[in-house]
């Protein structure tokens, strides 16, 4: 398995954010996008999802350019999205807002059983209206939706917003059995300790453009990108 | 006839209203509630079902019950398309823009009507009604059909509320609504299900109008009326609370049929608008509304 964003130019309107962003990842790899408020990081996931309409450049999933795709059909190759926020459909189950990720490519409970053996919390809250769990109930929510789809490639757009401590390891444990199971992920996090030790490789995005690309190890060895890219450096340091 | 019996006869006579709204409001606050567009030409396809419903009926002159069959499925099926039609060449081309729905629904709304006139005439025909019985209280004799009315459209809004909560379709109709973007990264085709949204809801319009046309006649400019009804019923029950609409329906429905039959028509629609911009000074949600979360 391989994505491949190749060159992607778009925005909102007349607005350009990205100015010929390119990454790729493989199967089984975290990929970190760190950059700073409005850089463009939640638009390359919208661009991935088909989201936002791309002047140029492709986003290629195994050799098919999904960009050419409505955005419909994007999903149902294989690509599942939590957006920054959670967007569950709040005033739904968590039975429907499940169902709606297993309908996407007509999974079955078979699916379900696997999903819910990661949160089993959700398993005793099916009927529960989804807005009504608590903040960590529903970042699981909003991944265990994305799950359903059994997505080979996983966008994750600032999960561990308004988490407490607890529910930021159990979204970095989930992070981690996916990659067992070789499922890609990537990754936009805010918190860069978290970043660092989730993600195989880190991609740095500045106006749009994809500036540098390092592993973890280089960067706690050298975090000079850090300082420079995001603004921050490492706790203690 | 003393005051009981003639509550009764009021009481029937609302109910039949108030099904007939909930009918086609239903379909106007579906629309508004998925789509977020307020379709100022939903009269109008309650028009064009009765309208077809005539010229359906009279491809089957001296059977009335076929004709009425007929009616019924050919007329939603026609207004259907007519609505998708609508939608795609139209709505669509919008972006589903608030402000620039509502005109073009107004001119849909003269487009549709100056079609009907132009074709149908500007005179208002009767159709037979499908069965011929009168139920013999011992006041006064009712109209079998009118409850015939009533049952079949107590069918249609169970089967439309059957739809919405507990199947496939309806939770897909539902996501949609609650958030658009989200529902399309989950391989909803939001496109589809607008087009899908506004022919049902045009449906339920057309259906109202082949179910009240053995009652009213069909007359090209008949869509008014239930127009003004349904804004005032969706407003009342909460904008996209397709169960405060029913709701509503029944209020204005019921008080429209007792006041009519007590005092004037004109009166029930008088009371019925002052009552709804009471209620919006008080609780700008409507009755039923929930404020938003």
Redesign the interface.
Known sequence: MMLRVEAIAGGYGNVQVLRGLSFDLAGGEVLCLLGRNGAGKTTALKAIMGLIRLHSGKVLLDGTDLSALPAHEIPKRGIAYVPQGRRLFSELTVEENLTLGLMTRNHGQETLDRVLALFPVLRERLKQVSGTLSGGEQEMLAIARALCVEPKVLLLDEPSEGLMPAAVAAVLDTVHALKAQGVATILVEQRVELALSAADRVTFIENGVARETATPAALRADPAPLHHYVGVGLHGR | MSFGPHLLLALLEGTVTAFVLALTALGLSLVFGVMRIVNVAHGEFFMLGAVLAWAFSSLVPGMPALGFLLALVGSALVVGTVAIAADRLILRRLNYAPEATIVATIGLLYIIQQVVLTVYGPNAHPVVPPINFRVVFPWFGYSGYKLVVIGASAALLGATWYTLTRT?LG??M??TQ??R??????????DRVYSAVFALGAMLAAVAGVLIVPIQQAHYLMGLDPLLLSFIVVILGGLGNLRGTVMAAFVIGLSDGVISVFFSATLAKIIATLFVALVLVVRREGLFGEKA?
Request: aromatic content about 12%.
């Open positions: 496939r939770l897909i539902r996501a609650f958030d973007e989200t529902a399309q990264s989950f391989g909803i085709p939001v979360r």
